[in-house]
């Protein structure tokens, strides 16, 4: 009963097979291995961007702070929810990568932006000239750190007030499978068709080892990122072997069937919680991800039984069974029926 | 006929054994991993060092940068050879990690510098009190980066420089299992007995798909580090998969077999080498990487059989067929005999 | 009629006549000036500080950015109110001065933080272990932007609070003088004994040209912030001259005078809007700054007559002239008592 | 007797009346006083080009670091010589403010460049693809570090090498006007007519308090400076009295009348020095700077006499009267024959 994070499972068994295979002899280094040529042509034609310059690295946070290295000036201030991961969970990375720009708090519902908190948050930099930041990015997370899906049109309108004023839009896709599992969008209409400059694509969470793919759909910059992410030390000698991952993850869908795995993995859980009363959901399951208050009694069940999750609001020691406690629950592609359904009844009592 | 770099060899198979062994069901994330436990307490014992803070990141530019970025300040200086990897071949990683410190060139002979040149090269500096950057640390490439070897007795004299001047010692140690196979020192001797503060010890070069150590001797800056890590986006969430292949490394002296294999497939080079009179070698083959000196016609030779390396000096285009074009060549755990003794045979033609 | 900022006005005149009689010969550049041992003396013995370490840099920006890098690593966060100078006014300059740090905002009332707001902030930070920025400095100013000050025992209560987690506390004191002259309280009192570790003290606003004293009660990090100072290319040759100027502000407690001064217009300000009751204040105007909201057509006649200062909030044009604008007055020590009721006259129409 | 440094002397009386008139009221801050524009107007007008972007900041160390940040990228290195104040008198400053970048020394001679060392290191660098730093701007000093002068030819010519590699010149005039002064070349000769696109134009060491200018002949990036500058805390409230010592070393010529009164000093120096043949220059005593060996017994007299000067190489303290010790003796505007007849006498016992 494991719920901590998607970020906990097993690598997929296809893709361990792809690193056996790769495991083969000499391969060129640095990215200019042949499995590298193929990953690049498969992302180009999934995101229908022929021109698309494509890179990997090996953490979720590498991704965004390259990407929003080479989109921000480090005299600007990026435009983000408070819950953003490059926010909470990156230890300011962003701030280290970009030379120390700042980013700005856009008020968030459900973790998602909406076109007039961007828009009023926006207007409201550069009000003093060369004193304050000026206006950078606008970085979108989809699913949100709150489990929460944007829509492609919702995408394309908070791009839309980033194009008002001339400022481009990075999506944190560290989720970005399980939003296009969820939504039914297609690759190139959550992104560059919606206005996205520069895609942070997750495998990861996903069922890969360590890799997630930089997309820049404008590759104008493309030999800076290629300079920022070797300084940054994460340009892989041995790249074959994050090549390899990405590629077992794109052939045949895999990446979108794992998303769509632990999105119904979230669902049956879901579904679980939701057979009594006692459950309260604060913000739709759409992905894989869940954040629900039920009882202390409840919570104090599944620790005694081992569940694994975070108990986001509240703390299991205290008098009152009955006080509704917040959980966030993930599912990963790899999450049981059994597991799921034995934490359920649990909390069903 | 690969010996253009041991960074473009196969993974061990062991390691790849361990890989698979570790991807079952779920495991803590970002280096709470159990097998990162006994990852700790290996390197702990082999090195001799019970109170070490140890720490794995994936790319020996990370292992360097950050390492270094815990013992500098960013008002000061490093000091290192001209051929040092930090120098030549980080893109200015350890200047972004640490904040803007500089590196201050100490002229070595065969890639390795003396205590003279140290010494005088750290005199040198702080003569401008707040003008001038103050002296940090000292960072020593072992094997160097021109397949030279630095005895035990050796770093501990550079060591002792620094401790004259009170600054602290990093080793960079992307090969350091050659260098302890090529010298049979220990490893306790040649890092914190030899006055070493900071290990950055190879796995990536030796065997695995992509991890480093790093040996923090004194682990009074082990929490610093950690941030340092996490903010340089270098902290894996799938940590159980470095730690797997680092303990494979360990198991069973594996790092040293592998380095003991390729020391040898070097030397092996080096006589084939040296059977004819044609063959000069620029610096004593130590290790598993050598320079030597040969005609371009017997380059031209082996440019058409295939044979990949770095011609490190000069042209293969040129009139003169006798006219000697130097050669870098390096031998991974996996060198072939075969491919060995074709490559000779070819040069002697 | 120039109320748009006190860093606009002339420079007082005896701080002039220092500056000349500084001008004679040769003197020790960096700040070894004979002087600077003056001013050093004189601020220990007006703080009652006898251990403190004093510089002089050229701007407020300066100031602040070069202590809170002495009090911050590039991995925390400093929390000060979103109002603050160093939040809004100096382009990143704290991002940048601290190698990365971020800056958490404290919600505010009137421009000041209160203890509830500064622990809750606090409070959240830190829950993510090694992903989330750390706690960093508490960085309060005082007058604040908003015209307010803080009493000494607000001070020591918001200390209070950075000590119960161990922070350090920076005071931006670009307005000191008028805190000091508004509270009757004493510079040790509103300093180091209310909690205070690096003060940014100010000048420029107060009649200097542009000097302002950074003085660290605790002076372990004296060094590391001198070599700050000259990384950040803030240490001047020709010192002598901030000296002069600032010694010329201490003595005879002309820094006191000055901002007496200022806070006595702006009070005559205060009082003559106040006659008719057209004009709604929205914060108690305590020191020399005021923002106060009054009919668009006060407006008119005051951007007629050639009067100079913020329209906060509104716009001079539109057509309801009966609709309130806020505007931000702020009188320095040389505003003339023409002036002010001039400008209030024009605003009783 | 004082010869340490130009940095040390008194500012012009024209210099301190400007001051004093400019101290008349209320004037716009952050370089919109009406001073400035004049101060713009007269130096397009004196380096014939109208449209180049002007700038003041007030120490040398910014002038070259903004410059050098808004010419170079972090990953890029910057050519100078070993003994370039940017190298060795900065602490770090020029890395601080690029984000990282390295310095590449050129060897020199007599503090001169030659475009034969400087293409051979740019050629030295990028030979390694991502992995080493990119090639970045080159930055020359005249006056060179060693009071050596570089003829407008010489410019043009290392400038014409840096042409051939796509990059951009930095000319750090710290002593711009002494090296006009001693060639007889226009300004616009000396700079963008030879290839320079940014001039950091010193005025503190010949005669003002403490403002350089910093020219950019293109104006492209003009902003991206303007936003560097506020952000490294080096634009200027009151920025009048910046404006006003520059406009006053500009009108009449003054900055070159000043200069040129330096350079007959050290011209005089040199004489007198020269008298008996016990004194050997090292350099050629072009402008205002000189570097002589002369016996210990000599340099004992100064001492006692109570002369300021560095001694550049050996100690005072010896056994041998007759041994040659190096001084670096420096003119400044205001330095009085007298004395420099008087230093001379002494050395010629």
Known sequence: MFFASDNSGPVHPRVMAALARANEGYAMPYGADAI???????????????????????????ANSLALATLAQPYQTIFCTPEAHINQDECNAPEFYTGGAKLTLVPSQAGRMTPETLRARIAGEESRGVHGPQRGPVSITNVTELGTVYAVDEIAALAGVARDFGLPVHLDGARFANAVAATGATPAEMTWKAGVEALSFGGTKNGLMGVEAVVLFDPARAWEFELRRKRGAHLFS?????????????????????????NAANARLAHGLNRGGAVRYLYDPAANMSFAAFPRAAHQRLHEAGAQYYVWEGSLEGDDPDEPLTARMVCDWSAADEAIDRFTDIVQG
């Open 36 to 62: 590298m040529d193929a990953v690049r042509a498969q992302i180009r034609e999934i995101f229908e961007a022929p021109e698309a310059a494509v890179y990997l690295v090996a953490t979720g946070t590498a």
């Open 238 to 262: 041995k790249h074959r072997y994050l090549s390899a991952q990405m590629l077992a993850y794109l052939e045949d869908g895999l990446w979108l069937e794992l998303a769509a795995a632990a």
